[in-house]
């Protein structure tokens, strides 16, 4: 069975700064696609940026981006220019990408602390 | 565009009575939808996903039930709450097949019972 592993239950960052996360995966699969999302104190979830395995190139959105390692089965997030707004939950996620798959497959979360 | 909706957005419920929370999906035909759970703090429990109506698939046997009587609907019910069923519960939605394929959460129930 697929499983997700996030081993930083908490971090911190200085405003400005730049912190990673880290998400390993564990998957027979090779195909796939992996998430991580953001779920500041709303509880609101929102997708940060998506990562399609079969692309070697790693993901980038604005601030963000993903450090995609297939072989090591590891998708670490960095984000650049820390700000406060970023001060959230994050959670890595992985879907397989077989047809008849509908679930997706959480890591219990990295706690992210801006400081100012 | 897509929009989920989820209601109520707070619930405070005595032991033994009754639960219904709704979820309604706009923007978008037959989704693949999803109920989660939440405990504060924690990460995200699947209870049920449904890949068509009145298709409902169980991930953990429990005091809940799930029915999905439209395209775009999916209900979490219960017909007697216990202590334990407090937390926040949060509604997705995917495609189920093709385009995007990440899930789309709704803003959440919170859900505590005395």
């Known amino acids: 069975a697929q499983t997700v592993t996030q081993s930083q239950p908490e971090m911190s960052v200085q405003e400005a700064e730049t912190v990673t996360l880290s998400c390993t995966y564990d998957?027979?699969?090779?195909?796939?696609?992996l998430f991580w999302y953001k779920q500041p104190p709303s509880r609101q979830m929102i997708l940060v940026i998506r990562q399609e395995a079969y692309k070697q190139q790693n993901a980038t959105e604005n601030r963000f981006s993903v450090n995609f390692q297939k072989a090591a089965k590891s998708f670490s997030l960095k984000i650049s220019d820390s700000q406060l707004g970023d001060a959230a939950m994050y959670f890595c996620a992985y879907r397989r990408t077989t047809s008849g798959t509908y679930k997706y497959i959480f890591g219990t979360g990295t706690r992210l602390k801006v400081l100012a | 565009s897509q929009t989920i909706h989820q209601w109520p957005a707070t619930l405070v419920q005595p032991v033994g009575s009754p639960l219904s929370l709704e979820c309604t999906v706009e923007g978008t035909s037959n989704p693949n939808l999803y109920w989660y759970r939440q405990a504060a703090g924690r990460g995200l429990q699947l209870l049920f996903y449904?890949?068509?109506?009145?298709?409902i698939s169980s991930e953990v046997p429990q005091n809940l039930s799930a029915s999905r009587p439209q395209d775009r609907q999916f209900i979490l019910s219960s017909k007697k709450l216990l202590l334990s069923d407090s937390g926040f519960y949060l509604c997705a939605w995917s495609v189920s097949a093709g385009g995007l394929n990440e899930q789309f959460f709704g803003p959440g129930t919170r859900l505590t019972v005395l």
């Open positions: 998957t027979s699969e090779s195909d796939y696609y």
């Open positions: 449904s890949v068509g109506i009145g298709q």
